[in-house]
């Protein structure tokens, strides 16, 4: 007889309804919107916010950043409850441009799919440092990772915290002076 393994966070909890909607849907959870109320819901809140203000938040869980289905760039702040919206300014750049912040978010699994492309065409010298990013990727628990543009180097939320955190941070702030004007 297996054991079963009860959450112990909200986090693992909404890791375990997003695999439940998924397999009854049959296509990805995108909308993490829809996750919080319905992880809410399922812990017997009346919404989100009533199951937030409840939730002890440590620093290694303090944002969350995602991409919403209109491809802005969301960070939200589980400690002060607050949700960034990063200005495409900020958050997107063309190719001969240096952006504002050296990362850009993606979906792991597209991650995971363009890494297995370029390792689909890569020299022989490359395989190892791409292979090592694909280990990565799949060693992930999360929907999205950070990647950074100079290094091509990936940094997901459990797996490197405090990296995470100080990307969010990053953008946070230099969307708060883009705003501002102070960086155009």
Same mark, same amino acid.
């Given at each position: 007889?297996?054991?079963?393994?009860?959450?112990?966070?909200?986090?693992?909890?909404?890791?375990?309804?997003?695999?439940?909607?998924?397999?009854?849907? *049959?296509?990805?959870?995108?909308?993490?919107?829809?996750?919080?109320?319905?992880?809410?819901?399922?812990? *017997?809140? $009346?919404?989100?916010?009533?199951?937030?203000?409840?939730?002890?938040?440590?620093?290694?869980?303090?944002?969350?950043?995602?991409?919403?289905?209109?491809?802005?760039?969301?960070?939200?702040?589980?400690?002060?409850?607050?949700?960034?919206?990063?200005?495409?300014?900020?958050?997107?750049?063309?190719?001969?441009?240096?952006?504002?912040? *050296?990362?850009?978010?993606?979906?792991?699994?597209?991650?995971?799919?363009?890494?297995?492309?370029?390792?689909?065409?890569?020299?022989?010298?490359?395989?190892?440092?791409?292979?090592?990013?694909?280990?990565?990727?799949?060693?992930?628990?999360?929907?999205?990772?950070?990647?950074?543009?100079?290094?091509?180097?990936?940094?997901?939320?459990?797996?490197?915290?405090?990296?995470?955190?100080?990307?969010?941070?990053?953008?946070?702030?230099?969307?708060? $002076?883009?705003?501002?004007?102070?960086?155009?």
């Amino acid at each position: 007889m297996q054991n079963i393994q009860m959450p112990k966070t909200v986090e693992e909890l909404q890791a375990i309804l997003k695999i439940a909607i998924e397999e009854f849907q *049959g296509s990805p959870v995108n909308n993490l919107n829809k996750l919080n109320e319905v992880t809410a819901k399922s812990l *017997g809140f $009346k919404n989100w916010n009533s199951l937030a203000s409840k939730v002890k938040t440590t620093n290694d869980n303090r944002y969350y950043a995602y991409l919403d289905c209109d491809n802005y760039l969301i960070i939200e702040d589980y400690t002060l409850e607050e949700e960034h919206i990063i200005d495409p300014g900020v958050y997107q750049y063309e190719e001969d441009e240096l952006p504002l912040v *050296g990362y850009m978010l993606y979906f792991r699994e597209e991650a995971i799919g363009m890494l297995q492309e370029e390792i689909a065409k890569a020299k022989p010298e490359a395989l190892k440092k791409l292979k090592n990013n694909l280990n990565y990727l799949k060693g992930c628990n999360t929907d999205f990772v950070f990647k950074n543009v100079s290094t091509h180097k990936f940094i997901s939320r459990n797996q490197n915290p405090e990296q995470f955190i100080s990307v969010c941070e990053e953008f946070i702030d230099i969307n708060q $002076k883009y705003r501002s004007g102070k960086l155009l």
